[in-house]
């Protein structure tokens, strides 16, 4: 275990138990969607370089615009 871990769970510890509840809840659900993630690039490797491929030929064709996080 690193210590930068050890220390959170040392202060996760001094939470009350519905407060560790939720953040240990939040931790396995983000370890799973890393796990799922990381099942779905593994059965199509290509997929993913696929859609770079395509979304680069988008941007060259000029099918594309700049996004401004000031309108989302």
């Known amino acids: 275990m690193t210590e930068l871990l050890e220390q959170a769970i040392t202060k996760l510890k001094n939470l ?3 407060e ?3 953040i240990a809840a939040m931790i396995l659900e983000e370890l799973e969607d890393e796990r799922s993630w990381d099942e779905a690039f593994a059965r199509s490797p290509d997929g993913l370089a696929f859609l ?3 979304a680069m030929a988008e941007y ?5 615009q700049e ?5 989302l």
């Open 60 to 64: 060259r064709a000029g099918k594309t």
């Open 52 to 54: 770079a491929t395509e």
């Open 20 to 22: 560790q509840d939720a």
């Open 67 to 71: 996004l401004d996080p000031d309108t």
């Open 16 to 18: 009350p138990a519905n």
